[in-house]
């Protein structure tokens, strides 16, 4: 059985600071996506614009080229046969959800020139079915056959709002499978480039993670959302649409921020605590505290 990455997977660095004049104007890729591309030969001026580039675009793009040993460094890649040589063709990836949330999945994927949608897997749609015109192509029972197909990369589409631990499901589920979710950033969406987003992280249209700021796996940032500088985001958290946290704000494993909550500065909120729409948030916040829509905590402030 794979290991769970709801149990500490690799941090992904989002662009880190380098002075490599080697990296192409407008290319926002990771740094282990960089250090394999320099590794096997890839060109970076053949990686796609836009969307982020991590680890795992890259070695789908290299899926059917010859293997490179472990640790062998490629001096010129022009000489070895069958090595990358710039094809552009995106990267299959299956959405495992066709609710509301697969539906926003579904139009950011067709923004990243990068990926191609393999179709959906929900446990609860019927199989030939579409939705927003992708083909369902059965429950979670078809992982397998889609793993030998080639498509290794899925986009965890349960938001999970009300059940967290359905979202968590699903990863689990797609770990078990051998399958890894990639970063998603939309366009309009801004991660600065000190700033880290672990595996599985969903950036939405007009986002803001800031500097220095940390994401953890699963997380969505959700649309309008801002993340400030040094804000650290626990595993599967939930960012509604418009939240706003402020610097150094802390939010714990698989908690809940509703829709247009504030967080003040350097404020924690702890592991499953769920904060209602509108709330303001001026204190810490518990493991698993409940904050109502509207109100400001503490109340006693």
């Known amino acids: 059985m794979a290991p769970s990455p709801l149990q500490g997977g690799e941090e992904r660095r989002v662009r880190e600071e380098t002075q490599d004049s080697r990296i192409p104007e407008g290319l926002r890729i990771t740094r282990p996506a960089l250090l394999l591309a320099q590794q096997v030969g890839v060109d970076l001026e053949a990686l796609p614009r836009g969307p982020l580039v991590t680890e795992a675009v890259v070695r789908e793009m290299l899926k059917g080229q010859e293997p490179i040993p472990p640790g062998q460094a490629v001096q010129d890649p022009g000489q070895i046969p069958g090595r990358f040589t710039g094809d552009k ?14 539906k926003m999945v579904i139009d950011l994927l067709r923004l990243l020139p990068a990926y191609r949608i393999e179709g959906v897997v929900d446990d609860g749609l019927e199989a030939g079915s579409q939705v927003l015109g992708v083909p369902v192509l059965g429950g979670s029972g078809c992982l397998e056959a889609l793993l030998h197909k080639g498509v290794r990369l899925a986009v965890n589409a349960v938001g999970g ?24 950033v939309h366009p309009t969406a801004f991660v600065e480039a000190s700033a880290a987003l672990d595996e599985g992280v969903q950036v939405f249209h007009h986002a803001y993670v800031g500097s220095a700021a940390r994401v953890g796996f699963g997380t969505i940032v959700n649309t309008g959302v801002v993340v400030a500088h040094d804000c650290q985001i626990g595993i599967c958290a939930n960012l509604s ?12 494993d698989y908690a809940l921020v509703g829709m247009g909550v504030t967080v003040n500065l350097e404020v924690k909120i702890g592991a499953r605590a769920r904060l209602g729409n509108g709330a303001t948030i001026k204190r810490d916040v518990p493991d698993g505290a409940v904050v109502r829509a509207g109100t400001i905590w503490p109340s006693s402030d």
């Open 241 to 252: 649409p418009g939240a706003l946290l402020a610097g150094g704000v802390q939010v714990g």
């Open 89 to 102: 063709t995106p990267a299959a990836v299956l959405v495992y959800g066709g609710g509301g949330h697969g």
């Open 161 to 184: 709002i009300g059940n967290i631990q359905s979202r968590v499901a699903v990863f689990e589920r797609l770990a078990q499978a051998g399958m890894t979710c990639p970063i998603l």
